[in-house]
Nanobody, 118 residues
């Protein structure tokens, strides 16, 4: 059973930084894709960034390019989202997700709240 557990959220002032972590377990993630999503209050869930487990190739949504960095640690089965220059509009519930690299995200964590004050 795949499990994803996020941590690292919290309250931060605009311009600050946070690092989110996602502990992944339950299978080997070779040829899987790990993604970070967020759901701002009252809005739809949106993709933030993703990384291919095997190649470490990354993707970023335009609104986080240059500010957020996604990475993974194969030995620890961890995925990270380093967030810098945070803005109030980054306030959201952040989720970790995974699935086959060429398919849909099949597994989701419970989320961790990030709140950026102005």
């Amino acid at each position: 059973q795949v499990q994803l557990v996020e941590s690292g959220g919290g309250l931060v002032q605009a311009g600050g930084s946070l690092r989110l972590s996602c502990a992944a377990s339950g299978r080997t993630f070779t040829n899987f894709r790990m993604g970070w999503f967020r759901q701002p209050p009252g809005k739809e869930r949106e993709v933030v960034a993703s990384i291919l487990w095997t190649s470490a190739r990354t993707y970023y949504a335009d609104y986080v390019k240059g500010r957020f960095t996604v990475s993974r640690d194969i030995a620890q089965n961890m995925v990270y989202l380093q967030m810098t220059s945070l803005r109030p509009e980054d306030t959201a519930l952040y989720y970790c997700a995974t699935g086959p690299a060429s398919g849909a995200y099949a597994y989701w964590g419970q989320g961790t709240q990030v709140t950026v004050s102005s």
